[in-house]
């Protein structure tokens, strides 16, 4: 090997090994200092949209310049110009008709957005980030590092590492799940029941469980979607009534159904009661059947285990 390859190989290690820095800074856990971890000073643990937006085009930056989009969007070389990725050489119009919405690129005018429209970048985003993993250090000119192997499932989960936490942290808290989706998080108390593994073995249960879940929490999901998720979680306890009434007395297992059944959530007729606020209402009942289909569930399953 010639001494200009070695020096090159060096300067290309050297690089990758800047670009991991930057991936490990990236995915770090983030502390909580004082006043957020006492809850002492709760509007500066909250960002607003502006800080949010910022934030969020800063993380883009940093993950973008380690070349987590190389392989979709390209990158530039002194010597060949713009040099397309998997996407092909219009990545604006690439990005306007799966978006809908003129929003490359993002450094122009991101913090102009609404949050609509940052939410839809956050998610686009994801589906094309991937981790470089390989590559040629170009060192003429200072061109830079160009990668040509890549890991997009690393990628992802790198990118909702570093994401999360800002989203945590702005409005009613929301964080990005595994399908990329932006999803609200629940209220205090309530997460692990929304993670919670019900056991049965009954599959439908379990993904029309799950799809209620998905409807619920979904970011911009509205009153009929919270019906809907509530809705899903009734004909669940339905399906199972006759094991309930084993966990239950008949008084209580009959209130369950009268709540669904008398306001406004599985059928509708002029008894039912309508007037209520649906935002308060279809939240407490969507935890309060979701608690009550898991404790059923566990009661049947400690007694299944201790039948001989």
Known sequence: ????????????????????????????????YYSARTGTDPEAAQLSFEVFASLFLSTYRQLSSGGYWDEAFGYWCVDNDDVPGTVGSDVANYVLFNTRKHLW?????????????????IEFLHDHVSKPLEGQFHSYSGCGMHWHTFDQKEGQGEYRA????????????????????????APNGMGKLLSALPPTDDDQARERMNAAIARFQRYGSGIEDRRLAVRDLADVLEKLRPQVKEALNGKDEAD?????????????????????????????????????????????????????
């Open 105 to 121: 690129p993002v450094d122009d005018r991101v913090l102009e957005y609404s949050e609509i429209d940052v939410f839809d970048l």
């Open 162 to 185: 570093a994401l999360n936490p800002l989203l945590e942290s702005y409005g009613p808290g929301y964080r990005l799940n595994d399908l990329g989706e932006i999803m609200e998080l």
């Open 256 to 308: 369950l159904f009268n709540l669904a059944n008398n306001f406004g959530i599985r059928h509708f007729n002029e008894k039912q009661k309508t007037d209520y606020d649906p935002v308060v209402w279809l939240s407490w009942m969507f935890y309060f059947y979701l608690a009550t289909i898991n404790a059923c569930l566990h009661i049947l399953d400690r007694r299944d285990k201790r039948s001989p």
């Open 1 to 32: 090997m010639t001494g200009a390859e070695q020096t090159e190989d060096k300067i290309s290690g050297n690089v990758v090994s800047a670009w991991y820095d930057v991936a490990m800074a990236i995915t770090a856990k983030r502390r909580a």
